[in-house]
Structure formats: C-alpha cells, structure tokens
C-alpha cells in the first residue's frame, strides 16, 4: 500500500511540474513571437500575440506615429531591426492565469540593456500579452 502511495505521490509531482514547464514554454514563446514581431515592425504578427484590447491599442498608438520622411523612416527601420532581447525573469506563480516578464533590449544605440515588462493574460488556454 505505502509503494502504491508513493508512486501515486511521485506521479502527480510529475505532472504538476511538468504542467509549470510546458506553461514556462508557452509563455516565452508568445514572448518570443511578440517582441520579434514588434521590433521587426511586423506589426500584424505583433497584434496576433497581444489580448484584443492591448492590439487595439498598439494598433491606434502605431497610426498616429505614421512618419511621412523616408529617410528618417528607414533610420528608425533599420535600427529597430537591429534591437534585440532577451528573457530575464517570468512569473506565472503570483497569480492564476496571468504572467508578468521582464526583460531587457539591446539596442544598437544604447550604451547599456533596457529592462522592461509585459503582462500576459490566459485567454482561452493561450497566454496572450495584455500590458506593456
């Protein structure tokens, strides 16, 4: 009886830590799309990784900064191209269904990384960024 309870026990460890893991995963990856997609200033991509209100939102702030000077729009294009970023902390434990990460930008221009955070809301079993 105790082998069979600590089998039991052993495999629900497993798959509550396993369940951790693959959430860890998802959320990166929707990370990962998301800030690719952005610096890339492909923003339909962009907008197909962000919660329905925060794609709204991007999609107006993105409008009213429209740039009619070329040159000046393939400076910002090409620098943003060249900004990358990397994951530094993901917190999917404070709270059900939602993630806060942090994480830092290298841009070519900045002398030093730039932390920021997202939110991500779990809408309908997809984490999805709700808040920049």
Same mark, same amino acid.
């Given at each position: 009886?105790? #082998?069979?309870?600590? /089998?039991?026990?052993?495999?629900?460890?497993?798959?509550?830590?396993?369940?951790? &893991?693959?959430?860890?995963?998802? /959320?990166?990856?929707?990370?990962?799309?998301?800030?690719?997609?952005?610096? +890339? *200033? $492909?923003?339909? @991509?962009?907008? @197909?990784?962000? @919660?329905?209100?925060?794609?709204?939102?991007?999609?107006? %702030?993105?409008? $009213?900064?429209?740039?009619? &000077?070329e040159?000046l729009?393939?400076?910002? %294009?090409?620098?943003? !191209? +060249?900004?990358?970023? !990397?994951? %530094? #902390?993901? &917190?999917?434990?404070?709270?059900? $269904?939602?993630?806060?990460?942090?994480?830092?930008?290298?841009?070519?221009?900045?002398?030093?990384? =730039? %932390?920021? #955070?997202?939110?991500l809301?779990?809408?309908?079993?997809?984490?999805? =960024?709700?808040? *920049?």
């Open positions: 009886m105790r #082998k069979v309870l600590f /089998i039991l026990t052993i495999a629900a460890l497993s798959l509550g830590l396993s369940s951790c &893991d693959n959430s860890r995963t998802k /959320i990166e990856e929707a990370v990962n799309g998301f800030l690719t997609s952005y610096f +890339q *200033m $492909d923003y339909p @991509t962009t907008y @197909t990784f962000c @919660t329905k209100e925060l794609s709204e939102i991007l999609e107006m %702030t993105i409008a $009213d900064r429209e740039i009619t &000077d040159q729009m393939n400076k910002i %294009t090409e620098a943003s !191209k +060249q900004t990358t970023f !990397k994951i %530094t #902390k993901i &917190d999917n434990e404070s709270l059900p $269904d939602e993630a806060y990460v942090e994480y830092e930008i290298y841009s070519p221009s900045a002398q030093r990384p =730039i %932390t920021k #955070k997202l939110t809301s779990k809408v309908e079993k997809q984490w999805l =960024i709700s808040g *920049m």
